[in-house]
Each structure stands twice: as structure tokens, then as C-alpha cells.
């Protein structure tokens, strides 16, 4: 873990930060709006005139692995779960423990087995942000219409190919829901981790305590905010069906109208005429 946050901070410092804020600003257009790149590199600026750039490609770095960590258990835990209602069962209390246990708590076990570093903070990260993560994909696949998935299996798909046809691309928005809960999480651990010893805006924020230099604190937390800022809108507008692929997109606008198309049907079809009372 460690090995893997410190290649890749190294690779985003290795990048001129112009360079980076011009990609960073890329994508933001690309999946939003122009407004939203101009935005980041205005708030990605300021980050480097506040001198935390350094900082901030730590944090993110780490926040980008515990989260890939994170998604890689969660999603498969929540198909499994969506699919298996005995493992939902069993899930339910396990994730409700890992949500409600104070996040600090995590640093003691991690920090035993991993010593000081970025290890234990991207440990401690991974079983705060997961919950998220695995209740919002079960929620995604249950919530598929069960006559979409019924019409696979009259096809003969089978149950892989449906779940990659019809259920992943339909729960996606859902899925998506939980990644981004699951990098908010990921970003409000920065500060536990850095008290475990990981470089990056967390160290800032306990040092600047330890010190009770204010401007470093505010400094810090506010890169914190931008960062969290740019990942939320990044991965709220992915979980956008603009952002489907147009094959799935022309689908759903089908279903949309044969649905619409049936119910008016019913609507306009004219009630059977009642019997009537026999005489008495």
C-alpha cells in the first residue's frame, strides 16, 4: 500500500503543476462544463499560491488508492449481497459496525501492523469509506426493474451476461452514488491518516495543531475542501445518464416510451361492460 501511494504522488509531482491543472481542467470540461474546468483552475491555483500543492498530490494520491481498494471489495460484496439474501443478512450488522466505530479507533490496529506511514492511513481509510461503497451497489441492483431482468432471461441470457448487460448499466447511476460516498469519506480521513504518519494536508492540519498556527490549519482544510470539491462534482456528473454510452442511453429511451406507450393503451381501452343483475 505504501509503495502503491508513494508511486503515484511521485508520478502527479513528477508532472509540472501547470500541466496538471490544465488535465485536471480538461476533465472537469469534459464531464461537466466549461464552467466547472475555469473552476478548477482557479481553486487548483489557489492551492498552489497557499504552497500545499506538494501536499494536496499526497493526499490525493492516497484518497485515489484507498478509494480504487475500496470500490475493488466494495462492488463485489454488493452484487453478491444483491444476488444472496442470507449474505445481505450477514453484511448488514458487519457494515453497520464498520460505519459507527469512531474512526480513530482504526489508527490502533493499523499502526500496530504497519507501523508509521501511509500504510496504516490507507488501511484505516479503506474500512471507514467501504460501507457506503457496498450498500449503495446492493441498493443499485435491487432497485432494477425485475420485467428488464425477466426479458434477459426470456432471451436466454444468462445470469453473467445479464448482470453486465442489465443490472450494472442500469444501476450505475446508484453505483456511482456510493463511489462518491466513498471518496468524501476517503477525504475526511486525510486528517486521521495524517496523525498515523502520512505525508499530505492531514500532517499539515496535526502539525498546524500542535503548533496552533491558524493560517497553517486554514490553509490545509481549505485543500482539503477544493479537493473534495473537484472529486464529488467529477464523480456526481459520471453517475449523470448524459454520461451513458448512447446504445444504453437509446435503450432506456426505449423502455421509456414502450412504457409510456402501454400505459396509454390501458388508459384509453374502455372498461369491460358489467353484467347485468338478473331479475329478482
Known amino acids: ?21 490544465v488535465i485536471f481542467a480538461l476533465i472537469g470540461w469534459t464531464v461537466r462544463s466549461w464552467r466547472f474546468g475555469l ?26 488508492i ?22 445481505s443478512a450477514v453484511l448488514k450488522p458487519v457494515l453497520d459496525f464498520m460505519q459507527t466505530m469512531p474512526a480513530f479507533v482504526y489508527l490502533i490496529p493499523a499502526v500496530i501492523f504497519f507501523t508509521i506511514g501511509f500504510a496504516p ?31 434477459g432471461y426470456a432471451f436466454g441470457a444468462t445470469p453473467g451476461a445479464i448482470l453486465r448487460g442489465i443490472q450494472l448499466p442500469l444501476a450505475m447511476p446508484t453505483i456511482m452514488a456510493g463511489i462518491n460516498q466513498v471518496i ?45 470539491v473537484f472529486l464529488d462534482r467529477v464523480t456526481a456528473s459520471l453517475g449523470t445518464p448524459s454520461q451513458y ?4 442511453r437509446a435503450t432506456l429511451r ?14 384509453a381501452t374502455p372498461a369491460a361492460p358489467r353484467p347485468a343483475a338478473s331479475p329478482a
Request: aromatic content about 4%; overall charge negative; charged content about 10%.
Open 66 to 87: 484507498a478509494t480504487l481498494v475500496a470500490v475493488a471489495l466494495a462492488v463485489p460484496l454488493g452484487i453478491w449481497a444483491a444476488r444472496n439474501d442470507r449474505v
Open 254 to 267: 426505449r423502455k421509456r416510451g414502450v412504457s409510456s406507450t402501454g400505459k396509454a393503451a390501458a388508459s
Open 184 to 228: 468524501m469519506l476517503a477525504l475526511s480521513m486525510a486528517v486521521v491518516a495524517g496523525m498515523a504518519g502520512a505525508n499530505g494536508l492531514g500532517k499539515e492540519v496535526i502539525a498546524s495543531i500542535s503548533t496552533l498556527n491558524v493560517s497553517q490549519g486554514v490553509e490545509a482544510g481549505l485543500s482539503v475542501v477544493l479537493l473534495a
Open 121 to 151: 492511513g490507507v488501511f484505516a481509510t479503506v474500512i471507514f469509506a467501504l460501507p457506503p461503497g457496498v450498500r449503495f451497489t446492493e441498493l443499485g441492483i435491487r432497485g432494477v426493474d425485475s420485467e428488464t431482468v425477466e426479458a
Open 1 to 21: 500500500m505504501s509503495w502503491l501511494v508513494e508511486t503515484l504522488s511521485d508520478g502527479l509531482l513528477a508532472v509540472p503543476f501547470l500541466l496538471l491543472i
Open 39 to 64: 473552476g478548477t483552475i482557479i481553486t487548483l491555483l489557489l492551492i498552489v499560491a497557499m504552497d500545499q500543492w506538494e501536499n494536496a498530490m499526497y493526499t490525493l494520491a492516497l484518497v485515489l
Open 245 to 248: 454510452p448512447a446504445s444504453l
